[in-house]
């Protein structure tokens, strides 16, 4: 099978899992009912929530240039900030194709290496994955019970579409694995067997330069502040939107954490948690007493009210990126 047609299933399935899933919420919830949480919502909770998502996305782009350094490199603060929106608009069509775009934006800009770029972006997913890890253990200290019978409720959605997943993932690894085969022999066919080594070599180590930058941090307590910020403001969006709905406005904080580590874990199936988000949401919250129809509503003003963010800012910036270099290459000559 060709790159195109590779390229084309890796879209198609994240999207049409997301697609069975909002099928399967408006199943839950008519649309009517859904429109009526909308129309009815305090918007300024909605607002706050986005803006202060949009904070997080300013300081993601700001501490990236914390873990370039120690390769160094620098990038214009400007190009770093259209390039995180960029990606993760770019998300929303391929999953996690945003970290490559991000790579590529700086690498034609501002000359980051790709590899390198990419290895940074890597150990940023780490740093993102430990941040997590620590709070769902904060969360197994304060209310351990809480946390058990979230995942076991979620566990069992998963379980429906488990067979699905695990099949269609199985043919893309092997669609991967045979594609790069395949490039991998017609270059050692065409170039000889010491080019492919050398093409290889010089993606690892540029990656694992990448990667690697994090324990070589120049300002270590800057890029530590960066990180906390970034994920309270993700927490605080979360919660604070949560007054945007009455009968989800006096949920515990507890309660509130649960659903965003639930809501975090469903971005990686969809493109962009489309239909997982509202779900997942929605039975985090019924695991303790919340109305469905509330669940999902406030799950989908959440996802929409984020959506509407990315798509705005990343839009701009894809259009503005090409504008922005082209004026800062007029003036630098």
Known sequence: MNQSKRSILKIIFPLFLGCLLVYYSFYKISFSELSDYFTNANYFWIFLGAALGFLSHLSRAYRWKFLVEPLGLKFRIWNSIMAVFSGYLINYTVPRAGEVSRATILA???????EKGLGTIVAERIVD????????LFMLVWKPELLIITFKELNSLALSVQTDENSSSALIFILVTSLFALVAFFIVFKFGFSLLLIKIKKVITGVGQGVLSIFKLKQKWFFTV????????????FYVTTFSIDSISGLDFSIVLIGFIAASF???????????????????????GVNEASGLAFGWIMWASQTVMIIFFGGISLIFLPIYNRIHSKKLN
Request: aromatic content about 16%.
């Open 108 to 114: 034609n800009y501002d000359g980051i290496p790709f």
């Open 226 to 237: 960066h990180t906390l910020f970034i994920w309270l403001m993700y927490v605080l969006m």
């Open 129 to 136: 994955v430990v941040v997590m890890i620590c709070i769902i």
């Open 266 to 288: 469903s971005v990686a199936l969809t493109n962009g948690g489309l239909g997982a988000y509202p779900l997942a949401v929605a039975i985090s919250f019924s695991v303790f």
